[in-house]
Nanobody, 126 residues
């Protein structure tokens, strides 16, 4: 059973940075995509970024391009989201996710992801 555990959320001021991490367990075959989604209060969950674990391909939502960076650490089995120049509109619960099957690329639709973490809260004050 694949398990995803996010960490690193918190309260920051606009313009500051945060780094989120997602610890992945229960998966030895790494030819899968990993993604980050977020859900702001009263809004639908939206795609943020994705990385193909074995190839390193990257894909970002336009709203975070140039500010956020997704990466993976093979040794630690973690996926990270470095968030710079944070804005109040980045305030949301952030979720790590991965599919349960091989998929095409890019992958950014919620229904393409099967395993989800519990989320970590990010609050950006103005």
């Amino acid at each position: 059973q694949v398990q995803l555990v996010e960490s690193g959320g918190g309260l920051v001021q606009a313009g500051e940075s945060l780094r989120l991490s997602c610890a992945v367990s229960g998966r030895t075959y790494k030819n899968y995509a990993m993604g980050w989604f977020r859900q702001a209060p009263g809004k639908e969950r939206e795609f943020v970024a994705a990385i193909h674990w074995s190839s390193g391909l990257l894909y970002y939502a336009d709203s975070v391009k140039g500010r956020f960076t997704i990466s993976r650490d093979n040794a630690q089995n973690t996926v990270s989201l470095q968030m710079n120049s944070l804005k109040p509109e980045d305030t949301a619960d952030y979720y790590c996710a991965t599919p349960n099957r091989l998929a095409g690329w890019p992958i950014n639709r919620e229904f393409e992801f099967y395993y989800w973490g519990q989320g970590t809260q990010v609050t950006v004050s103005s």
